[in-house]
């Protein structure tokens, strides 16, 4: 079995991006910069952020990180949106999700300036998406292709079942394996028979949020299998949707939890940031 190691091709991505940054800044560029807006005290949330903006800093990238209390009022967190859109320093903005249950997460997304979205989730860049005309996208799917990519995973004509159409993850995953030339199935909740579906998979892509509910006899042989799923468990471990050392057995290749698709996460968004700050200044040639 081969190991999708996430952790590896991150660090790969990250020491390219550093150098690309400061190229790009020796030729008169604005240094990058990330605006992370955090809501409430989700103590997962928070490791989160404190990951993102480390990984800025090591990259040489520019980060304003905004916490705002739980208790922020849709109105308020608009206002704050809208004060980094107008913002000429800042080049990317992420709101972390999920937000607490009062606030429309659509809408907040939906605020942030297109050009500015680090995440790739507003309507329009998920729409550009869909038609084949990618601008940024949404950070964990397009981590997901980098790393089949590196592994040599060859997507197009294959049959790629992903499980899982959440916003975030399953939906552009799919358009993603679409766009590399792949036969592509969604599995969700209401699937009827997923053992079928994923009887006649070379790639399965596994986001549905379910600890360990995959396992190696839900898989074919020789199967390549991408866990994004990412979980606590009752003893501190952290643990994916799928059983790894069950698949490990059987799998061609399987990305492990942690070590895989997360860190592949903050790797796209950083380049994500790069990517934005480079199309808001034409004038500079990188
Ligand atoms: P979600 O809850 O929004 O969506 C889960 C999806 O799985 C839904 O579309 C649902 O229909 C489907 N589903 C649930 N049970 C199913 C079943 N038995 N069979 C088939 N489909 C089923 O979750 P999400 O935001 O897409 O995240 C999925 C997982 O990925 C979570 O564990 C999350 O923590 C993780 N995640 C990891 C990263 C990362 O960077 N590693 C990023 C985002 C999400």
Redesign the pocket.
């Known amino acids: 079995m081969e190991k999708l190691d996430g952790k590896a091709l991150s660090q790969e991505w990250r020491g390219g991006l550093k150098t690309r940054v400061e190229q790009w800044v020796a030729k008169g560029g604005p240094v990058p910069c990330l605006a992370v807006v955090l809501v409430g005290d989700d103590p997962a949330s928070q490791v989160?952020v404190s990951h993102k903006i480390k990984a800025c800093a090591q990259a040489g990238i520019r980060s304003i990180e905004e916490r705002l209390p739980g208790s922020v009022t849709q109105d308020e967190l608009l206002a704050k949106v809208n004060n980094l859109n107008r913002d000429p320093e800042v080049n990317g903005i992420l709101v972390q999700?999920p937000l607490p249950s009062h606030i429309d997460e659509a809408a907040v997304v939906d605020q942030i300036d297109p050009l500015k979205d680090a995440d790739g989730l507003c309507t329009e860049n998920l729409g550009l998406l869909a038609a084949g005309r990618m601008r940024v996208a949404p950070?964990?799917p397009h981590?997901v292709i980098h790393l089949l990519k590196k592994h040599q995973i060859e997507m197009a004509g294959a049959n790629a079942v992903v499980?899982?159409?959440?916003?975030?993850?399953?939906k552009p995953m799919a358009l993603l394996l679409l766009q590399e030339n792949a036969t592509v199935t969604i599995?969700?909740?209401?699937?009827k028979n997923?053992g079928q579906h994923l009887a006649q998979a070379d790639i399965v892509v596994?986001?549905?949020?379910?600890?360990e509910?995959l396992g190696a006899g839900d898989f074919p042989k020789n199967c390549v299998i991408v866990d994004?799923?990412?979980?606590r468990k009752d003893n501190g471990k952290l643990c994916?949707?799928v059983r790894f050392a069950e698949v490990a057995e059987t799998a061609r290749a399987v990305s492990p939890?942690p070590g895989?698709?997360?860190p592949?996460?903050?790797a796209m968004l950083l380049e994500n940031t790069m990517q934005l700050t480079m199309l808001q200044n034409p004038g500079v040639t990188p």
């Not at 599995?187 to 699937?191: E, G, L, R, V």
């Open positions: 989160y999700l950070c964990t981590g499980v899982g159409r959440s916003q975030i993850v399953g599995c969700h909740s209401k699937t997923l596994v986001a549905a949020g379910r600890p509910f994004v799923g990412i979980h994916g949707d939890v895989g698709v997360g592949m996460t903050i």
